[in-house]
């Protein structure tokens, strides 16, 4: 599967939420957290994996936000994935692109993803 196959997975089924969970455990930092492998991941888990690859791949998140129709029924939260640049005290980055989920514990589960896809993006073009 590709990232974006990842992405695009709808969680709202359970078998969803676990091939999304089965795809977490292939990625690195998940599988030092000391957590049995294999189990669903709290929310928890997932925060420290974030804050983790952000902080070593200078990578930020542009907010959490839910979007509602007619302004009364929930739908999804998106939020944006940012690059940052390199040597700098400012926040200044590349867009890497907007992540969509039903739940937060889906949307925090596709950002990290995402940021995962991105690393191993530059890192096969060379640029990481």
């Not at 795809?23 to 420290?48: Q, Y």
């Not at 640049?85 to 039903?102: A, D, F």
């Not at 949307?107 to 991105?118: F, L, P, R, S, W």
């Given at each position: 599967?590709?990232?974006?196959d990842?992405?695009n997975i ?9 091939t999304?969970?089965?795809?977490l455990?292939?990625i690195?930092?998940v599988?030092?957290l000391?957590?049995p ?8 888990d997932?925060?420290?994996v974030?804050?983790g690859i952000?902080i070593?791949?200078?990578?930020t998140i542009q907010?959490?936000q839910p979007y509602?129709e007619?302004n009364?029924?929930?739908?999804f939260?998106s939020?944006g994935?940012?690059k940052?640049q390199?040597n ?7 867009w890497?692109?907007?992540?969509y989920?039903i ?11 995402k940021i ?5 993006e ?7």
């Amino acid at each position: 599967m590709k990232t974006e196959d990842i992405l695009n997975i709808d969680c709202r089924e359970q078998e969803g939420r676990d091939t999304l969970n089965r795809f977490l455990w292939k990625i690195k930092p998940v599988t030092k957290l000391g957590v049995p492998k294999g189990c669903i991941l709290s929310i928890e888990d997932l925060e420290k994996v974030l804050h983790g690859i952000s902080i070593r791949y200078g990578y930020t998140i542009q907010g959490i936000q839910p979007y509602y129709e007619d302004n009364q029924r929930f739908v999804f939260f998106s939020c944006g994935v940012m690059k940052l640049q390199e040597n700098t005290k400012r926040r200044l980055g590349t867009w890497i692109g907007t992540v969509y989920g039903i739940t937060l514990w889906e949307t925090m589960a596709k950002i990290i993803v995402k940021i995962y896809g991105d690393i191993m993006e530059r890192r096969k073009d060379g640029k990481a």
